[in-house]
């Protein structure tokens, strides 16, 4: 099987989507993807770059990089040497200023989370991500991620949740949110427990009661970002407490399941 073949149902994973949803959004069939990560057939040139624009990254990411050993790599390092929990080691941060050199916040949108695990610390690659200016922020270096899912009602798919750097990981504090980039679980959004002196775990939680609680290894992260503010172009609604609406989601998803049957 070529890198290409393995790079598709790796990028395809991290963005949450079967099969057949990944085949409608490039417009081909989930056959013709089952026979492209099964190394069975390899997409033409045009197919290949609708998929780089789709997952964010280059052709040659696509086609030349093991994406899911390089995002592995960033995180693995000196698989002898103790994670860094409060950054005292060098982290490689690329950002960008504005024409004033003051720093901008870079967006990163669903289609570029994966390019993002493999690419946060390529200048090229932060240069190329769309940027903004936010005002009334305290002084720190921010960045924006577009969340997906609904794992964390009342906010909504596709709001735009403004991060903080965190370089101490060991300052988290139980039950505040945080963006983290991790090599398992690609960019998410939870509820964070600090469970680093138990044993070097975070606990991440979800607002919506339907998604369970799991943990990830500190080996596993690459980035934190603390959660500031959001934004959306859905104003919340006072009367839907989060039950509710997780209640009203649960059974969307069952009648879809009922109807696919």
């Known amino acids: 099987m070529s890198l290409i073949n393995s790079n598709i149902r790796y990028l395809r994973k991290q963005k949450g989507l079967t099969q057949d949803a990944f085949a409608n959004e490039i417009g081909v069939t989930r056959s013709v993807i089952g026979a492209y990560e099964e190394g069975r057939a390899e997409p033409k040139i045009k197919t290949m770059q609708v998929m780089a624009d789709y997952f964010g990254i280059s052709m040659d990411q696509l086609i030349g990089v093991d994406l899911a050993e390089s995002a592995a790599s960033h995180i693995r390092g000196n698989e002898n040497e103790k994670p860094d929990l409060s950054g005292k ?53 921010y960045r924006a991620f577009e969340i997906t899912g609904d794992s964390m009602l009342p906010l909504l798919p596709g709001t735009i949740v403004v991060g903080e750097y965190i370089e101490n990981w060991e300052t988290l504090k139980d039950g505040h949110c945080y963006i983290l980039v991790t090599a398992s679980e690609g960019v998410v959004y939870k509820r964070v427990y600090n469970k680093l002196d138990e044993g070097k775990m975070l606990s991440l939680h979800s607002d919506n009661p339907a998604y369970p609680a799991y943990s990830v290894n500190i080996a596993d992260v690459v980035e934190v970002w603390k959660a500031r503010c959001f934004i959306s172009s859905a104003f919340p609604d006072p009367e839907m407490s989060i039950s509710k609406l997780a209640s009203i989601v649960l059974d969307l998803q069952s009648q879809m399941i009922k109807m696919k049957g």
């Open 89 to 141: 080691r060098l982290r490689v941060l690329s950002i960008t200023v504005d024409a004033h050199d003051r720093e901008n916040i870079e967006l990163v949108r669903q289609k570029a989370a994966a390019g993002y695990l493999n690419g946060f610390a390529d200048p090229e690659f932060i240069e190329d991500l769309p940027r903004f200016q936010l005002p009334n922020l305290p002084q720190g270096t």
